[in-house]
């Protein structure tokens, strides 16, 4: 019985974790985006994406996927906000979030990197 709960207890570790996943791309400003991977704090989503052969989109590419009208990566809550791999200037504790609202407007800011925030990965 312990047994068969270990196994199952291990099965969905293993689901939610997203291994063995295959990714879902979504073409955007000439990037190609993975699937939402959660919130994170910005020293783990730099982590994942590596981990998957990814990283962590910059500000730029952000806005630039935001300009290019790429629907899927826009949020239909009150707003999401998406971690950056660009650190900001000034204070290297904070990064750079992008904020999409659902009535196609976004913010830019910048956060301390223990905080959690939404992360989506791309690759070129």
């Known amino acids: 019985m312990i047994g068969k709960l270990f196994l199952l207890i291990y099965i969905i570790f293993i689901f939610l974790s997203g291994c063995n996943v295959k990714h879902e791309y979504v073409v955007a400003s000439g990037l190609k985006w993975g699937r939402y991977e959660g919130e994170l704090n910005w020293k783990n ?3 994942r994406c590596k981990k998957q052969g ?3 989109p910059t500000k730029k590419e952000l806005l630039s996927a935001y300009d290019s009208g790429k629907r899927e990566l826009r949020c239909y809550e009150n707003y999401c906000r998406y971690w950056s791999s660009s650190s900001y200037a000034t204070e290297k504790d904070n990064a750079y979030v992008v904020s999409f609202y659902p009535e196609d ?3 830019v800011y910048h956060y301390r990197k223990y905080l ?4 989506r990965c791309v690759v070129d």
Do not use: G, N, S, Y
Not at 116 to 119: A, D, E, G, L, T
């Open 54 to 56: 990814m990283r962590l």
């Open 116 to 119: 959690p925030f939404h992360v």
């Open 45 to 47: 989503a730099i982590q």
């Open 105 to 107: 407007d976004f913010r």
